[in-house]
C-alpha cells in the first residue's frame, strides 16, 4: 500500500486571514453570451505552476479577463499530439449547469415548491476552460477558453478522448443548457421567468489541431437521449476519460465507450429531485461522436458517473460511484460487432460493489495499465476515488488510486476477472494516497509508456456549490503498483536551504538517506527546540521532517524498527487525525511550520486549515510550559550533535570566524534572524 500526502506552503503557511474576510464579501459579475474560439500556438509563453496547480481556487487565482475570483471544478485531462491539457468548469455561481437559474419552482399537482439551490444573484454561467503543457506538465499556458456560457446557460463536466490514430483529433461531450440534472424532468412540469421546461442538454465540441481551436456542434440532446432510451428524464456524459478501443474498429474510426448517468423521475415521490432513480449506461460510437448507440440495457441499475474500459477479451467493464466505494459490471459479448453487425450481441452481468472507502460516493477514474509490479508482470486495474472518511463541506477526502492484477504477462485473465463482475469487483488495495485532505474528483491518463498524468480536485472551499484546488501530478507506474512507501511532498525554504514538512502516521516509517525527524521539546524565549530522534517515525508520533537534500518530494518505507532510547520525555507537536477548520476565531490556538519572512518556524496556519496527517504545536503546549502566546517561534536544535550541520569550509579547513548557515554556508556575519553554527555551537541571530 502506498499514501501520497501533501504539506504544501498554502497549507503551512503565515495566514493574516485576509482570504477568510474576502470570501464573504466577493461579488460576481454576469456577462452576456459569447461564444469563444480560443486559438494558440506551442510558441505561446508557458509558465511552472506550484506545487502542481493547474486551475486555481477563488482563493488564488483571478479571472483576468473579468478582475473576479471565480471557483473552478470537475478536472479532465487528455494526451494529445504535443503535449497534454488539462480542462475544468469556471463555475461563475458555483454549481453545476442549471443549478443557479432564478425564481425556479416546481409546479406539482398539489403546489409549488422553490428548488434549494435557487440563487438570484449569480445566474447559471460556466465556461469550459484548459491549459496545455507541452513539456509533460513542467509548465503550462494561461488559461484557455473553449466554450463560454452566460448568465442563463452554462457548459460543464467535460468528457473526453484524443483519436488515438490521430491524436490531434480531440473529442469532447459535455452537460449544456438551462436545466439541471435534478430538475430535468419528464412528468414533471419545471417553472421560471421566460424559460420553458427542457431536459438537461448535451453538447459535441471538437479540435481538429490538438487543442489550439474548438469547434462546437452545438446541441446534440435529442440524439442521446433517444440513444440512452425513451424513459429517460435526464442524463450527462460522467466527466473525464472517454475509453478509445485499441482493436474494435467497424466504422470509421476506433469505437469509443462512454459511461453516462442517467436517470428517470419517480411520479410517487414528491418533490421530483427526491424521487430520482438514477442508473449508469454505456454508449459507443463507431465515427469519433458523431452518433451514438446504446450498449446493452441498464449497466449499473442504482448507479451514478461511471467510467468504463474494454478488457483484453473485447468486453467491457464499467466502474459506477457509489456510496462506500464502486459499483462493477461486465458486458460479456456472445456475438463480436462486425461492420455488418456493429451491436454484435451480449448482456451486462449482475453488478457488484467493490473497494472498501468510506466515502459519501465520487467520480473518480479507471485505468488498465501494462506494469510490473508487487505482483509480478501483468496487467493491473487502477480507479481513483477518496478513501475517506467524511470530511469538509463535501464530505469527500483522501483521495488515493486503488489497484489490482487482473492479468498475467501476456494479456490473459486471471481466473474471470474479464466475465465476472463479482471477480473483478474483489481483492483491490489501496496504492497511492494522492492527498490527506479534502478532495474529491479525479482524472488521469497515460503521457508515455512509464508515466500517468493524474489531475484531481483538493482543499475544498465553500464558495457556493463548493471549490477547490485543480492540481496536476504525475506518477511512474512503479509508483503505484510496487506498493512499499509513501510519498511525502516537502515544502522548501530558501533561508535555511533546507526542506521542511511535518507527519503524523499510525504505522512505523522509515525515512530516506538525508532526512531526520524532530520532535519539539521544550520553549524558550520565542524559540522552540527541536530534538532529532532518528531515521524512524515511530507509529502515532508527530513529528517535524528535515531534509538536507532540498528535494521537493520523498518517499518513506513503511515498517522499521524505533530506538526507543532516543524518545524524548516530552513532545509539544501533536498530530491531525483530521482536518482541523481554522476560523476568525480559533486560528491563535494553533501554530504550524511555515516560512516567514526571515526564516522557518512556527506560524498562525492559513484559513485553509491543518490537514490530517500533519502535525502542529497548540497553544495549550505552551500554556503547559507558562508561556503566553506569541504570532510566531523561531526554531533552535538540541545540543545532541544530531543536526548534522558542520562548521567546516569546503576544504575542511576550520574557519574560526565564520558563522554558518544551517545548510554549511560560510558567512562572515548573519545578514538574517535566525540560527547559525560558530565555533561548533549554535547561535541564535535575533
Same mark, same amino acid.
Given at each position: 500500500?502506498?499514501?501520497?500526502?501533501?504539506?504544501?506552503?498554502?497549507?503551512?503557511?503565515?495566514?493574516?486571514?485576509?482570504?477568510?474576510?474576502?470570501?464573504?464579501?466577493?461579488?460576481?459579475?454576469?456577462?452576456?453570451?459569447?461564444?469563444?474560439?480560443?486559438?494558440?500556438?506551442?510558441?505561446?509563453?508557458?509558465?511552472?505552476?506550484?506545487?502542481?496547480?493547474?486551475?486555481?481556487?477563488?482563493?488564488?487565482?483571478?479571472?483576468?479577463?473579468?478582475?473576479?475570483?471565480? &471557483?473552478?471544478?470537475?478536472?479532465?485531462?487528455?494526451?494529445?499530439?504535443?503535449?497534454?491539457?488539462?480542462?475544468?468548469?469556471?463555475?461563475?455561481?458555483?454549481?453545476?449547469?442549471?443549478?443557479?437559474?432564478?425564481?425556479?419552482?416546481?409546479?406539482?399537482?398539489?403546489?409549488?415548491?422553490?428548488? &434549494?439551490?435557487?440563487?438570484?444573484?449569480?445566474?447559471?454561467?460556466?465556461?469550459?476552460?484548459?491549459?496545455?503543457?507541452?513539456?509533460?506538465?513542467?509548465?503550462?499556458?494561461?488559461?484557455?477558453?473553449?466554450?463560454?456560457?452566460?448568465?442563463?446557460?452554462?457548459?460543464?463536466?467535460?468528457?473526453?478522448?484524443?483519436?488515438?490514430?490521430?491524436?490531434?483529433?480531440?473529442?469532447?461531450?459535455?452537460?449544456?443548457?438551462?436545466?439541471?440534472?435534478?430538475?430535468?424532468?419528464?412528468?414533471?412540469?419545471?417553472?421560471?421567468?421566460?424559460?420553458?421546461?427542457?431536459?438537461?442538454?448535451?453538447?459535441?465540441?471538437?479540435?481538429?489541431?490538438?487543442?489550439?481551436?474548438?469547434?462546437?456542434?452545438?446541441?446534440?440532446?435529442?440524439?442521446?437521449?433517444?440513444?440512452?432510451?425513451?424513459?429517460?428524464?435526464?442524463?450527462?456524459?460522467?466527466?473525464?476519460?472517454?475509453?478509445?478501443?485499441?482493436?474494435?474498429?467497424?466504422?470509421?474510426?476506433?469505437?469509443?465507450?462512454?459511461?453516462?448517468?442517467?436517470?428517470?423521475?419517480?411520479?410517487?415521490?414528491?418533490?421530483?429531485?427526491?424521487?430520482?432513480?438514477?442508473?449508469?449506461?454505456?454508449?459507443?460510437?463507431?465515427?469519433?461522436?458523431?452518433?451514438?448507440?446504446?450498449?446493452?440495457?441498464?449497466?449499473?441499475?442504482?448507479?451514478?458517473?461511471?467510467?468504463?474500459?474494454?478488457?483484453?477479451?473485447?468486453?467491457?467493464?464499467?466502474?459506477?460511484?457509489?456510496?462506500?466505494?464502486?459499483?462493477?459490471?461486465?458486458?460479456?459479448?456472445?456475438?463480436?460487432?462486425?461492420?455488418?453487425?456493429?451491436?454484435?450481441?451480449?448482456?451486462?452481468?449482475?453488478?457488484?460493489?467493490?473497494?472498501?472507502?468510506?466515502?459519501?460516493?465520487?467520480?473518480?477514474?479507471?485505468?488498465?495499465?501494462?506494469?510490473?509490479?508487487?505482483?509480478?508482470?501483468?496487467?493491473?486495474?487502477?480507479?481513483?476515488?477518496?478513501?475517506?472518511?467524511?470530511?469538509?463541506?463535501?464530505?469527500?477526502?483522501?483521495?488515493?488510486?486503488?489497484?489490482?492484477?487482473?492479468?498475467?504477462?501476456?494479456?490473459?485473465?486471471?481466473?474471470?476477472?474479464?466475465?465476472? &463482475?463479482?471477480?473483478?469487483?474483489?481483492?483491490?488495495?489501496?496504492?497511492?494516497?494522492?492527498?490527506?485532505?479534502?478532495?474529491?474528483?479525479?482524472?488521469?491518463?497515460?503521457?508515455?509508456?512509464?508515466?500517468?498524468?493524474?489531475?484531481?480536485?483538493?482543499?475544498?472551499?465553500?464558495?457556493?456549490?463548493?471549490?477547490?484546488?485543480?492540481?496536476?501530478?504525475?506518477?511512474?507506474?512503479?509508483?503505484?503498483?510496487?506498493?512499499?512507501?509513501?510519498?511525502?511532498?516537502?515544502?522548501?525554504?530558501?533561508?535555511?536551504?533546507?526542506?521542511?514538512?511535518?507527519?503524523?502516521?499510525?504505522?512505523?516509517?522509515?525515512?530516506?538517506?538525508?532526512?531526520?525527524?524532530?520532535?519539539?521539546?521544550?520553549?524558550?524565549?520565542?524559540?522552540?527546540?527541536?530534538?532529532?530522534?532518528?531515521?524512524?517515525?515511530?507509529?502515532?508520533?508527530?513529528?517535524?521532517?528535515?531534509?538536507?537534500?532540498?528535494?521537493?518530494?520523498?518517499?518513506?518505507?513503511?515498517?522499521?524498527?524505533?530506538?526507543?532510547?532516543?524518545?524524548?520525555?516530552?513532545?509539544?507537536?501533536?498530530?491531525?487525525?483530521?482536518?482541523?477548520?481554522?476560523?476568525?476565531?480559533?486560528?491563535?490556538?494553533?501554530?504550524?511550520?511555515?516560512?516567514?519572512?526571515?526564516?522557518?518556524?512556527?506560524?498562525?496556519?492559513?484559513?485553509?486549515?491543518?490537514?490530517?496527517?500533519?502535525?502542529?504545536?497548540?497553544?495549550?503546549?505552551?500554556?503547559?510550559?507558562?508561556?503566553?502566546?506569541?504570532?510566531?517561534?523561531?526554531?533552535?536544535?538540541?545540543?545532541?550533535?544530531?543536526?548534522?550541520?558542520?562548521?567546516?569550509?569546503?576544504?575542511?579547513?576550520?574557519?574560526?570566524?565564520?558563522?554558518?548557515?544551517?545548510?554549511?554556508?560560510?558567512?562572515?556575519? &548573519?545578514?538574517?534572524?535566525?540560527?547559525?553554527?560558530?565555533?561548533?555551537?549554535?547561535?541564535?541571530?535575533?
Amino acid at each position: 500500500m502506498k499514501l501520497h500526502l501533501f504539506s504544501c506552503l498554502n497549507n503551512i503557511g503565515v495566514s493574516t486571514m485576509t482570504n477568510a474576510r474576502l470570501f464573504r464579501n466577493l461579488t460576481f459579475l454576469v456577462l452576456s453570451l459569447l461564444f469563444a474560439v480560443d486559438v494558440f500556438a506551442q510558441t505561446e509563453e508557458t509558465t511552472p505552476l506550484t506545487n502542481g496547480v493547474v486551475f486555481y481556487s477563488p482563493c488564488e487565482h483571478t479571472a483576468a479577463e473579468e478582475g473576479l475570483y471565480v &471557483p473552478h471544478r470537475i478536472p479532465a485531462i487528455v494526451k494529445t499530439r504535443d503535449g497534454v491539457i488539462c480542462f475544468a468548469d469556471r463555475r461563475y455561481a458555483g454549481g453545476d449547469v442549471g443549478q443557479n437559474k432564478t425564481d425556479i419552482t416546481i409546479d406539482l399537482s398539489w403546489g409549488s415548491i422553490e428548488t &434549494p439551490w435557487s440563487n438570484g444573484t449569480n445566474g447559471n454561467r460556466i465556461d469550459l476552460m484548459m491549459r496545455k503543457s507541452y513539456d509533460g506538465g513542467q509548465t503550462w499556458t494561461g488559461d484557455k477558453r473553449i466554450v463560454q456560457g452566460t448568465d442563463t446557460y452554462g457548459y460543464g463536466d467535460i468528457a473526453v478522448v484524443a483519436d488515438w490514430e490521430n491524436p490531434e483529433n480531440i473529442l469532447i461531450m459535455c452537460a449544456a443548457g438551462e436545466e439541471s440534472f435534478h430538475t430535468s424532468h419528464g412528468e414533471y412540469r419545471i417553472l421560471w421567468t421566460n424559460n420553458p421546461a427542457s431536459f438537461l442538454g448535451t453538447h459535441r465540441i471538437t479540435s481538429n489541431d490538438a487543442g489550439n481551436t474548438w469547434t462546437d456542434h452545438g446541441a446534440v440532446t435529442d440524439a442521446i437521449y433517444s440513444a440512452v432510451g425513451s424513459d429517460c428524464d435526464g442524463a450527462f456524459f460522467s466527466s473525464g476519460k472517454i475509453y478509445q478501443s485499441k482493436t474494435l474498429k467497424v466504422g470509421s474510426h476506433y469505437r469509443l465507450y462512454a459511461a453516462l448517468c442517467t436517470k428517470v423521475n419517480n411520479s410517487d415521490a414528491a418533490p421530483a429531485l427526491l424521487g430520482k432513480t438514477t442508473y449508469s449506461v454505456v454508449l459507443y460510437s463507431d465515427d469519433f461522436g458523431v452518433t451514438w448507440n446504446r450498449l446493452g440495457g441498464r449497466a449499473v441499475t442504482k448507479g451514478d458517473e461511471a467510467k468504463c474500459e474494454e478488457l483484453p477479451n473485447g468486453n467491457v467493464v464499467v466502474s459506477s460511484r457509489t456510496e462506500g466505494g464502486r459499483l462493477f459490471n461486465i458486458y460479456n459479448f456472445t456475438t463480436k460487432p462486425t461492420k455488418d453487425n456493429p451491436a454484435g450481441a451480449g448482456s451486462w452481468g449482475t453488478a457488484t460493489e467493490g473497494i472498501d472507502a468510506n466515502d459519501q460516493g465520487t467520480n473518480g477514474e479507471l485505468l488498465l495499465i501494462k506494469a510490473v509490479g508487487k505482483d509480478g508482470e501483468g496487467l493491473y486495474a487502477l480507479q481513483s476515488m477518496p478513501a475517506g472518511p467524511s470530511s469538509g463541506g463535501t464530505g469527500r477526502s483522501n483521495l488515493a488510486i486503488f489497484y489490482k492484477k487482473i492479468g498475467d504477462e501476456d494479456g490473459n485473465a486471471i481466473g474471470d476477472n474479464y466475465t465476472n &463482475p463479482a471477480t473483478f469487483a474483489s481483492g483491490w488495495e489501496e496504492a497511492i494516497r494522492v492527498s490527506n485532505t479534502t478532495s474529491a474528483y479525479s482524472s488521469m491518463a497515460m503521457l508515455d509508456e512509464k508515466t500517468i498524468g493524474f489531475v484531481y480536485e483538493e482543499d475544498y472551499i465553500g464558495l457556493g456549490a463548493g471549490a477547490y484546488d485543480i492540481k496536476f501530478k504525475k506518477f511512474s507506474i512503479e509508483e503505484i503498483v510496487e506498493p512499499g512507501s509513501m510519498l511525502k511532498t516537502m515544502a522548501q525554504s530558501d533561508c535555511e536551504n533546507y526542506s521542511w514538512a511535518t507527519f503524523f502516521f499510525d504505522q512505523n516509517m522509515t525515512l530516506p538517506e538525508g532526512v531526520t525527524a524532530y520532535v519539539a521539546t521544550e520553549i524558550v524565549d520565542r524559540t522552540i527546540t527541536i530534538k532529532a530522534i532518528g531515521n524512524v517515525v515511530p507509529e502515532n508520533t508527530p513529528v517535524i521532517l528535515i531534509d538536507r537534500q532540498d528535494r521537493p518530494t520523498i518517499y518513506l518505507t513503511y515498517g522499521g524498527t524505533f530506538d526507543e532510547s532516543r524518545r524524548p520525555e516530552t513532545n509539544g507537536l501533536v498530530g491531525a487525525t483530521e482536518k482541523i477548520e481554522i476560523t476568525d476565531n480559533n486560528y491563535k490556538n494553533y501554530y504550524v511550520v511555515g516560512h516567514g519572512s526571515r526564516h522557518v518556524g512556527l506560524y498562525y496556519p492559513s484559513n485553509r486549515g491543518i490537514a490530517s496527517g500533519l502535525a502542529y504545536y497548540p497553544l495549550t503546549s505552551l500554556q503547559a510550559q507558562g508561556v503566553s502566546g506569541k504570532s510566531s517561534y523561531g526554531f533552535v536544535f538540541d545540543d545532541s550533535g544530531t543536526t548534522g550541520i558542520s562548521s567546516a569550509n569546503a576544504d575542511g579547513a576550520h574557519k574560526i570566524d565564520a558563522y554558518y548557515t544551517l545548510s554549511g554556508q560560510a558567512v562572515e556575519q &548573519p545578514l538574517h534572524k535566525g540560527v547559525y553554527i560558530k565555533n561548533g555551537k549554535k547561535v541564535i541571530i535575533k
